[in-house]
């Protein structure tokens, strides 16, 4: 997907993407000859972004995942980790996760 295909989907679904925190649409991402750039989140940060989640979903009220105990779940969570597009706000930093599967998924249909 390229990064115009990109933005183009953005807009369309969320209207024009403004940060949470400071409200700028000032967006940075990673892109390859004009290709938006993959990222495999799952890759060394595993079980530091689980224990993130697991405390994030505490603190909304949440029951924290019992550990090991589903591997489905950890597989699945891993194949969603695998393949991510990252947005950084250039005014404050924040970080945005997409799933680019389902973004291709959504701009270019099932092959
Ligand atoms: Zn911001």
Redesign the pocket.
């Known amino acids: 997907m390229t990064i115009d295909e990109l933005t183009k989907f953005l807009n369309e679904r969320a209207n024009g993407m403004r ?1 949470p ?2 409200k ?1 649409t000032d967006w940075y991402l990673k892109v390859d000859d004009g290709v938006v750039r993959e990222t495999n989140v799952a890759t060394g940060y595993r079980q530091d972004l689980q224990a993130a989640l697991g405390e994030l979903i505490t603190e909304f009220g949440g029951q924290q995942p019992k550990e090991s105990t589903d591997q489905q779940a950890g597989k699945d969570e891993q194949d969603l980790l695998s393949s991510c597009i990252i947005l950084r ?1 250039n ?4 970080l945005e996760f997409f799933d680019r599967s389902f973004i291709e998924e959504q701009i270019h249909g099932k092959n």
């Open positions: 940060c925190i400071c700028s706000c005014h404050c930093g924040r």
